[in-house]
């Protein structure tokens, strides 16, 4: 009897702390649903969207770009609604996603062809985006940096 107890115990124990597991070790529909805004938010920036980019940034969206520069929303925007700048690839791969309850963290890599006021320009870059769920999910920081050359 006395080992029944035990091996009843050890069982609800181990289910408990299944329970507790971090969350990025369990399955999660979650990180698709944030695969799927990342390529909505890069089509909308290969177009020029202004319209879908606003909607997926929150308010308070800050990007570090490659030269350590930093765009609130607002100047984001405006500098993607700027007719001298003509994206011709842009390209994620590698994309991870962590997912840490109301927040999601996702790691890539970057490539960016186009031209800007007639000169071509081309990125090769890692990011970090992070997501948070307010409601709905929304950007609030993307800093994207060029890879040390090997």
């Not at 997926?56 to 607002?74: C, M, N, P, Q, Y």
């Amino acid at each position: 009897m006395k080992i029944a107890v035990l091996l009843l115990a050890g069982a609800s124990l181990a289910l408990w702390a299944l329970d507790f597991a971090p969350a990025q070790n369990k399955p999660d529909s979650g990180s698709s649903q944030i695969v799927g805004l990342e390529n909505k938010w890069n089509a909308a920036y290969e177009r020029g969207d202004v319209a879908a980019m606003d909607s997926l940034l929150a308010d308070d969206f800050i990007i570090t770009v490659e030269d350590g520069s930093t765009f609130s929303k607002t100047g984001y925007i405006a500098h993607n609604g700027n007719s001298t700048v003509h994206v011709e690839v842009s390209d994620m791969s590698d994309l991870k996603v962590r997912m840490h309850g109301k927040t999601a963290v996702v790691t890539g890599a970057y490539h960016e062809k186009g031209t800007e006021k007639g000169k071509a320009y081309e990125y090769h870059d890692r990011f970090t985006d992070v997501w948070i769920k307010n409601g709905r999910w929304q950007l609030i920081v993307s800093h994207y940096s060029i890879p040390a050359r090997q």
